[in-house]
Each structure stands twice: as C-alpha cells, then as structure tokens.
Antibody
Framework: QVQLVESGGGMVQPGGSLRLSCAAS????????MHWVRQDPGKGLEWVAF????????KYADSVRGRITVSRDNSKNTLYLQMNSLRPEDTSVYYC????????????????WGQGALVTVSS | QSVLTQPPSVSGAPGQRVAISCTGS?????????VHWYQQLPGTAPKLLIF???NRPSGVPDRFSGSKSDTSASLAITGLQPEDEADYYC???????????FGAGTKVTVL
C-alpha cells in the first residue's frame, strides 16, 4: 500500500521560511519522479515543483522559482520542499504527488497523492 | 487564468450523462502530451481518474471515460451517481512553461 505523508506545515510570517517533508512508504521511492502541487483554500490545483528520481533534474513553476527548492533523500524515502521569502499568496495546502513509472513525456501523471499540509503565511 | 480551460460547473440527475471539457493549445494538449483527469471529493486529496487521455486505473468504474481531439479533451460520466459529486481537474504538460498544468476544475453536482 503506497502511502505519502506530508509534515512541516504551519503558520509563518511574510518573508519567513518553512520546510515541508513528504515521507513515502510501501513504494520504491527512489524509482519515481516526485512533485509538489498546491491548492489555495477553496481554489484549484497548481503544480509547484518536480524532481527526477535521482534528484538531478528539477523544474519549478514561475510563481515560486527562486524562492522554493525541491530536494529528496532516497536513503530516507523522503521528499522535501524548502520555502523561503514566503508571501501571503503562498498560503495553500501543499500536496506531494508521485509520478507514475509508466508516464510518457517530460511530466506525466500523478498516481498517488499525500493528504496535504497546510501552509499559512500571515502576520 | 489557467492554461487549460474547464467549465466551472456541470450538473445532472442520477443516471444521466455529463461531460467536462478541457481546452488547451498547441503547447500542451495539441502537442500530443497526455491529458489526465483527477477527482477530488470534498476535504480529500485528488485521486487519479483517467491517465493518458483514455485509460482508467484499476478500481475506477467504467462509467468514467476520457477522450482527446486536437487541442481539447473531455471527461464523460455516464450513469451519474450521487457519489460522483466532486471537483474534477484535467492536467497535462506545457512545453512553453516547461511544467505541468492543470485546469481550474469543474464542480459536478448531482441533482
């Protein structure tokens, strides 16, 4: 049974930093590309970041590039999202999502999602 | 403004057929990147519903089906059930943005 569990969410002041973690179990974590997707309360989904299975290739949405860094530790089966210079508009539920091994193209589809971690940026 | 355009809402009575459109452009759906659909029930994480335009993961009822043509895709639900009331999102890859893109989502209401 694949399980993705996010942690590290909370409230932070504008300009502050936060690091989210996503612990994977029941899955060959190191074989899969991983993503972060966020969802503003009551709004739609927004893709945030991608990291390849070996961690050597990363992509970011324009809205977060330069402020957010995705990384992974395959020895710990854990994905990370380091968020700096946070803004009120970064307030969102952040999901980690696993990309299917059978995807084609530069970015395919997400076959498993975590339950989400709420990040609130407010003074 | 989302790169992929979906109607905000669709509705239908139990047993009816509803369809949700997802319109893109030559840099995403029209570039032959796969279109994928997710269902999000209230208060839960998204769940993969359709992948690579037309394929259903195991466990997804066959009343859900997907199609794609040129720069658009569509999700159809035939024999609408009360438990289908949820938000539905399409997703693809966009070569201009070099990233994944989602539609804004469509709320399906079962009357």
């Amino acid at each position: 049974q694949v399980q993705l569990v996010e942690s590290g969410g909370g409230m932070v002041q504008p300009g502050g930093s936060l690091r989210l973690s996503c612990a994977a179990s029941g899955v060959t974590f190191s074989a899969h590309a991983m993503h972060w997707v966020r969802q503003d309360p009551g709004k739609g989904l927004e893709w945030v970041a991608f990291i390849s299975s070996d961690g050597n290739n990363k992509k970011y949405a324009d809205s977060v590039r330069g402020r957010i860094t995705v990384s992974r530790d395959n020895s710990k089966n854990t994905l990370y999202l380091q968020m700096n210079s946070l803004r009120p508009e970064d307030t969102s539920v952040y999901y980690c999502a696993r990309e299917s091994l059978y995807s084609y193209g530069p970015i395919g589809y997400f076959d498993h999602w975590g339950q989400g971690a709420l990040v609130t940026v407010s003074s | 403004q989302s790169v992929l355009t979906q109607p905000p809402s669709v509705s239908g009575a139990p047993g009816q057929r509803v369809a949700i459109s997802c319109t893109g452009s030559s840099s995403n759906i029209g570039a032959d990147y796969g279109v994928h659909w997710y269902q999000q029930l209230p208060g839960t994480a998204p769940k993969l519903l359709i992948f690579d335009n037309t394929n259903r993961p195991s466990g997804v009822p066959d009343r859900f089906s997907g199609s794609k043509s040129d720069t658009s895709a569509s999700l159809a639900i035939t024999g609408l059930q009360p438990e289908d009331e949820a938000d539905y999102y399409c997703q693809s890859f966009d070569s201009s943005l070099s990233g994944a893109v989602f539609g804004a989502g469509t709320k399906v209401t079962v009357l």
